[in-house]
Protein backbone atom coordinates (compact mmCIF):
# COMPACT_ATOMS: atom_id res chain seq x y z
CA UNK A 1 0.00 0.00 0.00
CA UNK A 2 1.46 3.82 -0.89
CA UNK A 3 0.90 6.82 0.67
CA UNK A 4 -2.16 8.81 -0.03
CA UNK A 5 -0.55 12.32 1.26
CA UNK A 6 2.38 14.16 1.03
CA UNK A 7 0.96 17.72 2.27
CA UNK A 8 4.18 17.73 4.86
CA UNK A 9 1.17 18.10 7.69
CA UNK A 10 0.96 15.79 10.92
CA UNK A 11 -2.19 14.08 9.67
CA UNK A 12 -0.21 13.36 6.71
CA UNK A 13 3.11 11.89 9.01
CA UNK A 14 0.83 10.12 11.03
CA UNK A 15 -1.18 8.43 7.94
CA UNK A 16 1.74 7.47 6.72
CA UNK A 17 3.62 5.96 9.78
CA UNK A 18 0.05 3.72 9.99
CA UNK A 19 0.75 2.65 6.26
CA UNK A 20 3.89 1.60 7.01
CA UNK A 21 2.73 -0.56 10.34
CA UNK A 22 0.46 -1.84 8.25
CA UNK A 23 2.84 -2.64 5.61
CA UNK A 24 5.24 -4.55 8.21
CA UNK A 25 2.70 -6.43 10.17
CA UNK A 26 -0.49 -6.41 8.43
CA UNK A 27 -4.09 -5.59 10.10
CA UNK A 28 -2.27 -5.89 13.38
CA UNK A 29 -0.76 -2.73 12.71
CA UNK A 30 -3.68 -0.83 12.07
CA UNK A 31 -4.89 -2.49 15.78
CA UNK A 32 -1.65 -1.01 17.57
CA UNK A 33 -2.50 2.56 16.30
CA UNK A 34 -6.17 2.29 16.95
CA UNK A 35 -4.97 1.15 20.32
CA UNK A 36 -2.47 4.07 20.85
CA UNK A 37 -4.97 6.24 19.64
CA UNK A 38 -7.28 5.13 22.64
CA UNK A 39 -4.00 6.22 24.99
CA UNK A 40 -2.93 9.54 23.01
CA UNK A 41 -6.58 11.12 22.10
CA UNK A 42 -4.93 13.65 19.60
CA UNK A 43 -4.45 10.94 17.38
CA UNK A 44 -7.80 10.45 15.07
CA UNK A 45 -9.37 7.08 14.66
CA UNK A 46 -11.55 9.08 11.88
CA UNK A 47 -7.83 9.40 9.45
CA UNK A 48 -6.29 5.75 11.25
CA UNK A 49 -9.42 3.66 10.14
CA UNK A 50 -10.32 4.28 6.80
CA UNK A 51 -6.29 3.55 6.05
CA UNK A 52 -7.50 0.19 7.47
CA UNK A 53 -10.47 -0.09 4.88
CA UNK A 54 -8.19 1.26 1.96
CA UNK A 55 -5.32 -1.29 2.19
CA UNK A 56 -8.57 -4.08 2.93
CA UNK A 57 -9.62 -2.51 -0.85
CA UNK A 58 -6.48 -3.40 -2.13
CA UNK A 59 -6.25 -6.58 -0.88
CA UNK A 60 -3.12 -6.65 1.97
CA UNK A 61 -5.29 -8.01 4.19
CA UNK A 62 -9.50 -9.40 4.44
CA UNK A 63 -11.84 -6.69 5.17
CA UNK A 64 -13.15 -8.74 8.88
CA UNK A 65 -9.50 -8.69 9.64
CA UNK A 66 -9.20 -4.97 9.82
CA UNK A 67 -12.50 -4.34 11.83
CA UNK A 68 -11.17 -7.30 14.15
CA UNK A 69 -7.82 -5.90 14.99
CA UNK A 70 -8.83 -2.60 15.34
CA UNK A 71 -11.82 -3.35 17.43
CA UNK A 72 -9.26 -5.80 19.51
CA UNK A 73 -6.95 -2.35 19.48
CA UNK A 74 -9.93 0.13 20.72
CA UNK A 75 -10.23 -2.45 23.48
CA UNK A 76 -6.57 -2.89 24.95
CA UNK A 77 -6.37 0.61 24.97
CA UNK A 78 -9.53 1.22 26.69
CA UNK A 79 -8.75 -1.83 29.14
CA UNK A 80 -5.09 0.27 29.98
CA UNK A 81 -6.96 3.37 31.09
CA UNK A 82 -10.12 1.63 33.20
CA UNK A 83 -6.92 -0.52 34.74
CA UNK A 84 -5.37 3.09 35.46
CA UNK A 85 -8.80 4.24 36.81
CA UNK A 86 -8.87 0.91 38.92
CA UNK A 87 -5.24 1.96 39.96
CA UNK A 88 -6.04 5.45 41.26
CA UNK A 89 -9.60 3.98 42.95
CA UNK A 90 -11.94 6.70 44.52
CA UNK A 91 -9.92 7.11 47.82
CA UNK A 92 -6.85 8.04 45.74
CA UNK A 93 -8.34 10.36 43.65
CA UNK A 94 -10.00 11.97 46.13
CA UNK A 95 -6.51 12.86 47.95
CA UNK A 96 -4.95 13.84 44.73
CA UNK A 97 -8.07 16.25 43.78
CA UNK A 98 -7.66 17.53 47.10
CA UNK A 99 -4.64 18.50 46.31
CA UNK A 100 -5.37 20.53 42.91
CA UNK A 101 -6.22 24.27 42.84
CA UNK A 102 -8.91 24.24 40.77
CA UNK A 103 -10.52 20.68 41.50
CA UNK A 104 -12.91 20.30 44.74
CA UNK A 105 -13.08 16.37 46.05
CA UNK A 106 -16.85 17.09 46.00
CA UNK A 107 -16.15 17.12 41.93
CA UNK A 108 -14.61 14.00 42.02
CA UNK A 109 -17.77 12.75 44.61
CA UNK A 110 -20.25 13.84 41.65
CA UNK A 111 -18.43 12.17 38.42
CA UNK A 112 -18.70 9.26 40.21
CA UNK A 113 -22.13 9.05 41.34
CA UNK A 114 -23.39 10.29 37.47
CA UNK A 115 -20.88 7.93 35.74
CA UNK A 116 -22.73 4.90 38.70
CA UNK A 117 -25.88 6.21 37.31
CA UNK A 118 -25.54 6.15 33.44
CA UNK A 119 -21.98 4.41 33.53
CA UNK A 120 -23.40 1.62 30.72
CA UNK A 121 -24.49 4.64 28.26
CA UNK A 122 -21.77 6.79 28.93
CA UNK A 123 -19.60 3.78 27.99
CA UNK A 124 -21.38 2.56 24.77
CA UNK A 125 -22.07 6.39 23.52
CA UNK A 126 -18.75 7.57 24.53
CA UNK A 127 -17.14 5.18 21.55
CA UNK A 128 -18.64 7.68 19.11
CA UNK A 129 -16.96 11.13 20.89
CA UNK A 130 -13.31 12.03 19.72
CA UNK A 131 -11.20 12.18 22.81
CA UNK A 132 -14.05 11.51 25.17
CA UNK A 133 -13.97 8.21 24.14
CA UNK A 134 -10.45 7.59 25.33
CA UNK A 135 -11.31 9.69 28.62
CA UNK A 136 -14.38 7.64 30.07
CA UNK A 137 -12.28 4.66 30.85
CA UNK A 138 -10.88 6.39 33.57
CA UNK A 139 -13.80 7.20 35.64
CA UNK A 140 -15.32 3.61 34.34
CA UNK A 141 -12.06 2.24 36.38
CA UNK A 142 -12.39 4.21 39.51
CA UNK A 143 -16.12 3.10 39.47
CA UNK A 144 -15.08 -0.40 39.35
CA UNK A 145 -17.43 -0.95 36.47
CA UNK A 146 -17.57 -4.49 35.96
CA UNK A 147 -14.98 -5.33 33.65
CA UNK A 148 -16.58 -7.91 31.73
CA UNK A 149 -19.62 -5.02 31.58
CA UNK A 150 -17.09 -2.58 30.75
CA UNK A 151 -15.39 -4.89 27.82
CA UNK A 152 -18.86 -5.53 26.13
CA UNK A 153 -19.69 -2.22 25.85
CA UNK A 154 -16.21 -0.64 24.41
CA UNK A 155 -16.44 -3.72 22.18
CA UNK A 156 -20.11 -2.99 20.89
CA UNK A 157 -19.33 0.72 20.68
CA UNK A 158 -16.02 0.04 18.76
CA UNK A 159 -17.13 -2.37 16.49
CA UNK A 160 -19.79 0.17 15.21
CA UNK A 161 -16.84 3.16 15.19
CA UNK A 162 -14.64 1.18 13.37
CA UNK A 163 -16.73 -1.13 10.91
CA UNK A 164 -18.47 2.96 9.40
CA UNK A 165 -14.74 3.94 8.76
CA UNK A 166 -13.51 1.22 7.63
CA UNK A 167 -16.01 0.93 5.38
CA UNK A 168 -15.80 4.17 4.22
CA UNK A 169 -12.17 4.02 3.54
CA UNK A 170 -13.44 0.81 1.62
CA UNK A 171 -15.80 2.05 -0.52
CA UNK A 172 -13.95 5.32 -1.50
CA UNK A 173 -10.77 3.55 -1.73
CA UNK A 174 -7.95 6.09 -3.45
CA UNK A 175 -11.00 8.70 -3.25
CA UNK A 176 -10.53 9.13 0.43
CA UNK A 177 -8.05 12.26 -0.08
CA UNK A 178 -11.04 14.02 -0.78
CA UNK A 179 -12.74 13.08 2.67
CA UNK A 180 -9.60 13.62 4.32
CA UNK A 181 -8.60 17.15 4.19
CA UNK A 182 -11.84 17.75 6.30
CA UNK A 183 -11.13 15.16 9.10
CA UNK A 184 -8.05 16.99 9.97
CA UNK A 185 -10.47 20.38 10.22
CA UNK A 186 -12.88 18.14 12.21
CA UNK A 187 -10.68 16.97 14.69
CA UNK A 188 -9.32 20.19 15.60
CA UNK A 189 -12.53 21.56 15.81
CA UNK A 190 -13.12 18.79 18.60
CA UNK A 191 -9.93 20.07 20.14
CA UNK A 192 -10.52 23.49 20.43
CA UNK A 193 -13.86 23.24 21.54
CA UNK A 194 -13.18 20.65 24.31
CA UNK A 195 -9.94 23.58 25.71
CA UNK A 196 -12.81 26.10 25.25
CA UNK A 197 -15.15 24.02 27.86
CA UNK A 198 -11.70 23.50 30.11
CA UNK A 199 -11.22 27.16 30.21
CA UNK A 200 -14.56 27.88 30.85
CA UNK A 201 -14.56 25.71 33.64
CA UNK A 202 -11.16 26.60 35.23
CA UNK A 203 -12.65 30.84 34.94
CA UNK A 204 -15.94 29.77 36.63
CA UNK A 205 -13.66 27.64 39.63
CA UNK A 206 -11.20 30.33 39.62
CA UNK A 207 -14.22 33.37 40.39
CA UNK A 208 -16.08 30.74 42.17
CA UNK A 209 -13.21 30.37 44.57
CA UNK A 210 -12.55 34.26 44.44
CA UNK A 211 -15.82 34.78 45.83
CA UNK A 212 -15.86 32.01 48.37
CA UNK A 213 -12.56 33.55 49.94
CA UNK A 214 -14.48 37.02 49.75
CA UNK A 215 -17.72 35.91 51.39
CA UNK A 216 -15.28 34.49 53.98
CA UNK A 217 -13.35 37.19 54.57
CA UNK A 218 -16.94 39.61 55.27
CA UNK A 219 -18.42 36.82 57.40
CA UNK A 220 -15.30 37.19 59.51
CA UNK A 221 -14.93 40.88 59.69
CA UNK A 222 -19.00 41.11 60.47
CA UNK A 223 -18.38 38.16 62.99
CA UNK A 224 -15.34 40.54 64.81
CA UNK A 225 -17.61 43.56 65.02
CA UNK A 226 -19.98 41.70 66.15
CA UNK A 227 -17.68 40.63 68.88
CA UNK A 228 -16.44 43.90 69.93
CA UNK A 229 -20.22 45.36 69.90
CA UNK A 230 -21.38 42.73 72.69
CA UNK A 231 -18.11 42.53 74.32
CA UNK A 232 -18.37 44.58 77.95
CA UNK A 233 -16.25 47.34 78.88
CA UNK A 234 -13.26 46.33 81.24
CA UNK A 235 -13.57 48.25 84.51
CA UNK A 236 -10.94 50.66 85.64
CA UNK A 237 -9.93 50.74 89.08
CA UNK A 238 -8.16 54.06 90.55
CA UNK A 239 -6.10 54.30 93.71
CA UNK A 240 -7.47 56.69 96.56
Known amino acids: MTSTTADGSWLSALIDAVIGLMDVIG ?6 AIALENLFPPLPSEAILPM ?3 AAHDGAFGLWEAVAWTTLGSLVGALALYGLGAWLGLDRLRRVADRLPLIAV ?4 RTVAWFQRHGGKA ?5 FIPIFRSLISIPAGVARMPV ?9 G ?4 NTVFILCGWFLGSGWHIVEQYVDVVQNIVIVVVAAVVVVIVVLRIRSRRAGRSDASGEARQRQQDSDTESPGVPTTRGR
Do not use: N
Open 52 to 54: AGI
Open 27 to 32: PAGAGL
Open 148 to 156: WRFSALTTA
Open 123 to 127: VFFGR
Open 158 to 161: SLIW
Open 106 to 109: SDVD
